[in-house]
């Protein structure tokens, strides 16, 4: 049962088979489920973690004994929504050059599974949801999240005309480094705003392992990334930004005054970040599919070191 229905139209290429949406979910939403990327966690989880490592950080600096809860239970439920909801735009304006590539004909627009106005309606339910999160937030906050639309809206077609998309990626994903620390204070400081530009680098070096996937139907497709511009350097230049995220997350912390533990959290990421790089080969996709997702661990050992610093302040 579980291999027919991964198999039907409209199903992902690269979520893990037999995840539990393949499994569990009735048949007329799983192609909704897979538009919003239900079926692939990674991806909200890659939205989530900056807002976490800024709540963490922002909890440092107010002492504070940990994140509060309240926040990262609604980052929790924004991250997941606006994921959803930013995969369906992306797919609403990728729709046609999915259709070319193999990774990603199977999805639910170019497949059939979905159609666009359907896939519109959809649209709007995941945003209306991110918008009751947001507005459980100070006026601050909200107008803050509300400007994160704005690479959102525009990364789709940057694909199409900007050698390194990624960065613009980075501004959409990386606003969450920004998010916790304004919804603790109501403004935004130097180490929220040096955590923010490590998360864009961050983000630049995972995608572009991600972007390995597809580098020769990317080619075909006229669809640029930073792995085709990188080309033979792709390992170093992922080593850089790499090192540029590890050294912007050490500046962020100094800034916020925090301790050896929330140090120790960042050297556990740091070396899994070095360790990605060392493993990274170009000519093998499902290596690079593996390491993208193992940006989920590196993430928590830096949230872990965050909250166990605030923790052991108040000791």
């Given amino acids: ?60 600096a107010a002492g504070r004994a940990g994140p509060d809860p309240w926040h990262c239970a609604l980052f929790l439920v924004g991250a997941v929504a606006m994921r959803g909801a930013g995969s369906t735009f992306n797919d609403l304006v990728d729709r046609d050059l999915d259709a070319k590539v193999e990774r990603t004909a199977g999805r639910p627009l170019p497949s ?30 909200v107008l803050l999240g509300i400007a994160s639309l704005a690479p959102v809206a525009v990364y789709p077609f940057m694909k199409r005309v900007m050698p390194l998309p990624q960065l613009v990626l980075g501004f959409a994903f990386s606003w969450g480094a920004l998010m916790g620390w304004a919804a603790l204070f109501g403004r935004l400081d130097p180490p929220a705003l ?19 996937q597809d580098l020769e139907d990317d080619a075909v497709a006229g669809i640029k990334s930073s792995a085709r511009l990188f080309g033979r350097l792709t390992r170093l230049a992922v080593g850089v930004c790499f090192a540029a995220a590890s050294v912007l997350v050490a500046a962020s912390l100094a800034g916020a005054g925090a301790g050896p533990l929330a140090f120790a959290g960042l050297a556990a990421f740091a070396a899994h970040l070095a360790w990605q790089t060392a493993r990274l080969r170009l000519d093998e996709p499902r290596l690079a599919l593996r390491l993208f997702r193992s940006n989920r661990e590196a993430g928590l050992l830096l949230f872990a070191g965050l909250c166990a610093d605030a923790f052991a302040r108040q000791v």
């Fill in 1 to 60: 049962m579980t291999q027919r229905r991964a198999g039907e139209a409209g199903a992902i290429a690269d979520a893990k088979p037999g995840n539990l949406v393949d499994r569990l979910a009735p048949v007329a939403a799983l192609p909704y489920l897979r538009l919003a990327r239900i079926d692939r966690p990674i991806g909200w989880w890659l939205l989530l973690l900056p807002c976490w490592w800024s709540s963490g950080l922002a909890a440092i």
């Fill in 112 to 141: 059939g599974a979905v159609s666009p106005r359907a896939a519109f309606a959809f649209l709007v339910a995941l945003a209306l949801l991110g918008l009751l999160v947001l507005l459980q937030f100070d006026r601050f906050t």
């Fill in 194 to 212: 040096l955590l923010y530009a490590a998360a864009i680098a961050w983000t630049v070096g995972y995608d572009t392992i991600y972007a390995l």
